[in-house]
Nanobody, 120 residues
């Protein structure tokens, strides 16, 4: 069983920064592709960014240039550095993982989410 645990959410003013973390708990003998989704109030869940096992990254257009996804080498722990935050970034940020991504967002395992609130 793969358990994902997010941390690092909080409240920040527009223009500020936050860093989210997602750790994999339990037995893990494989290296996972990992990513982030978010769901704002009254909105559909949307893709944010993901990082493949080889380090290749993909970002949604809405966060390109402002967010950076990274992953500890040989560990199933990922980070999302969020800069220049905007009120529209307010959402529950949800960690996800999969054994393989092959160019697609990981959707096999999910965390519970961490709330990010950006005030104007």
């Amino acid at each position: 069983q793969v358990q994902l645990v997010e941390s690092g959410g909080g409240s920040v003013q527009a223009g500020g920064s936050l860093t989210l973390s997602c750790a994999t708990l339990g037995r893990s003998y494989s290296t996972y592709c990992m990513g982030w989704f978010r769901q704002g109030p009254g909105k559909e869940r949307e893709e944010v960014a993901f990082i493949e096992v080889d380090g290749t990254t993909t970002y949604a257009d809405s966060v390109k240039g402002r967010f950076t996804i990274s992953k500890e080498k040989d560990k199933n722990t990922q980070y999302l550095q969020m800069n220049s935050l905007k009120p529209e970034d307010t959402a529950m940020y949800i960690c996800a993982a999969a054994l393989y991504c092959a160019g697609e967002y990981p959707k096999s395992y999910w965390g519970q989410g961490t709330q990010v609130t950006v005030s104007s």
